[in-house]
């Protein structure tokens, strides 16, 4: 019995339908995950650096890594904490001494 063949173009157009679909996936994964671009959007609250950087891992205990480890980590915290402290001043998002 011999293969019945499609047409030329048949291979074509499925293709081409199923990317559509497949990008309009996408756009509507997108629109999920960052939000409507036509919303309101609203003044995000004043940030406030937090004073102990390493307060939620110290309460966890000491990690089980080398003596040092704990004091290496909070330096890490702290450089981070002054990283998004920038961040946010720079952006007219750090909360004054007024707001406490």
Not at 34 to 43: E, Y
Not at 55 to 76: D, E, I
Request: glycine fraction near 8%; hydrophobic fraction near 35%.
């Amino acid at each position: 019995m011999a293969k019945r063949r499609r047409g030329r173009g048949q291979g074509n157009q499925n293709a081409n339908q199923q990317g559509q679909n497949q990008g309009q996936r996408r756009q509507a994964d997108a629109l999920r995950f960052w939000g409507d671009p036509d919303a309101k959007r609203t003044d995000p609250a004043p940030i406030r650096p937090t004073p102990d950087p390493a307060a939620l891992v110290k309460s966890l205990g000491n990690p089980p890594l080398s003596p040092t480890a704990s004091h290496q980590l909070a330096v890490v915290y702290e450089e981070a904490v002054r990283a998004a402290t920038a961040l946010a001043a720079a952006n007219g998002l750090l909360a004054g001494d007024d707001l406490e």
